[in-house]
């Protein structure tokens, strides 16, 4: 489960990384990169606390 | 934090020192807060120039890291005390006292400016504008009922959870300095910047950075940007502050790892909240700038930024409160500091005018920096004696006393009667209370 959080939350953060570039280079819309984002960041938030918690 | 300040009043021991990673990951998280998103963009409103930026923030940032690790890291690792209670001794109780009560209230007017940027986020849900470039007082009864409302919040969390609350800020170091750079990047081809980075420089110079000064603003160059960037922590480096933190390096060279706050946040941070500014066609309202640049995740970045950038604040302000106060509890200094800092952060002044408070906070702080740097750096070499040798029981320091008032006195006259810009001033009012005290020192002083 450790391990499943950590990299859960490192893909949510490589997505909020990512899909901005790809705004960027205007493959998604300003709605879908908002959503998206807002999805990722909320990803983040469930799954990089728990990979802490399983650390200490 | 309340691990890193156990040792409040012994040296800390050998087998608390921290790793490297330790301090790369604390300097990183410090230095990618709320404060970013209101300076970055007020240097765009300053009307900097694009080469003026970039190179006043290598220069300064620079001087920032070297100061950490030539000044504050040597004295904390030699002797692994906090300021508080190394200036008790060489200042004595008395002047470790007001020094406690200065820094505590200097700090929570900066909480209090977090609770402000948090409250334009807020304030985009239920319609409150943000308040204007010269406000000074509140603006509307629904930004003082906002304020109160998050300041009273985040009081209440900081008594009741502030480990909690010290873990979720680890938690969204990473994810704000992506906020930051997301914002930044998807804000970039509503100004024109074309997919291959082509023009990048171009639209910098002419739709970002352009050199032109928003009404009412003061023209920002090289000098006020590599100065700036260079005090607005001298509180923490030349003021000596951060000795917490440091003194749980193994050896001064970890003074360097400031590099890892001041490169991310110092620079990269504040370029892109420019960038989010300009977008928002220099609407100074950093809730508004965010949910532009990256929608609902963006407002809420803002928010939990002012959120965990004012909980260490507070508890600072708290921990220099109860150095006053030793028989008080933990919980009642926090709600001194916390009521203080809510108070403050009604007026909207103290984040339109964060940068010139930044400066005010490292004159009125940086002189006591000074006197332990001479004490501890200076004096062995010169052959005067420390005062740790000759104060004993005494309560005041008073050749120390007299150099920080002599240096306010003299910073203000300055800062009133001449040109010197208030950026310029921390770094002079240190180098001046290090002489004025060293003089007065080797002129027989010690009483």
Known sequence: MKRIAQLVALIALGVCLFVPIQRFHGEVSDEQYKTTFAVASLAWFIFAPMSLRRNQ | MDQLYEYDREPVSDKSLQSGWRFAGLYAGEHVAA????????????????SDLVGGLLLGNALAVLSWAFICAPIATQTRLTLYWYLRRIGGPRLMAVYNVVYGTLFCGIAGAMISVSATAVGLGLNIPSPALDAVYPSSVGWVAVTLVIGALMTVIAILGFEKLSQFAEICSPWMFVVFLAGALSMLPQLGVATDFSNFWEIAETKIWTGQVTEGQEKFGFWHIAFFAWV???????????????????????????????????????????????????????????????????????????????????????????????????????????????????????????LDYLGIFGVAVVPVGSIVFAEHMLFPRLGIRQAVDWLGDSS????????????????????????????????????????????????????
């Not at chain 2, 109860?322 to 926090?334: E, F, G, L, M």
């Not at chain 2, 910073?411 to 001449?418: E, K, M, V």
Request: aromatic share 14%; net charge positive; with cysteine.
């Open chain 2, 35 to 50: 404060t970013e998103f209101v300076i970055g963009a007020f240097f765009v409103l300053h009307g900097v120039s694009a």
């Open chain 2, 232 to 354: 607005c922590n001298a509180s923490f480096h030349l003021g000596l502050t951060d000795m917490a933190t440091l003194r749980y390096a193994p050896n001064w060279k970890f003074g360097f790892f400031s590099a890892f706050g001041m490169i991310p946040g110092h620079m990269l941070a504040w370029m892109c909240s420019g960038v989010m500014v300009a977008a928002v066609a220099r609407e100074m309202n950093p809730g508004l700038m965010a949910y532009e640049a990256a929608g609902i995740a963006g407002a809420f970045a803002v928010l939990i930024a002012g959120w965990t950038t004012a909980n260490p604040t507070l508890y600072r302000a708290g921990l220099a409160f109860q150095a006053v106060s030793p028989n008080w509890s933990r919980w009642k200094v926090t709600l001194i500091a916390g009521a203080i800092t809510t108070v403050m952060s009604c007026f909207p002044v103290l984040f339109i005018r964060l």
């Open chain 2, 396 to 447: 005041l320091n008073r050749p120390a006393a007299l150099t920080w008032l002599v240096t306010i006195v003299v910073a203000a006259i300055g800062l009133q009667y001449t040109s010197i810009h208030l950026f310029y001033m921390p770094v002079l009012a240190w180098i001046f209370a290090v002489v004025f005290y060293t003089l007065i020192r080797k002129a027989g002083g010690d009483q």
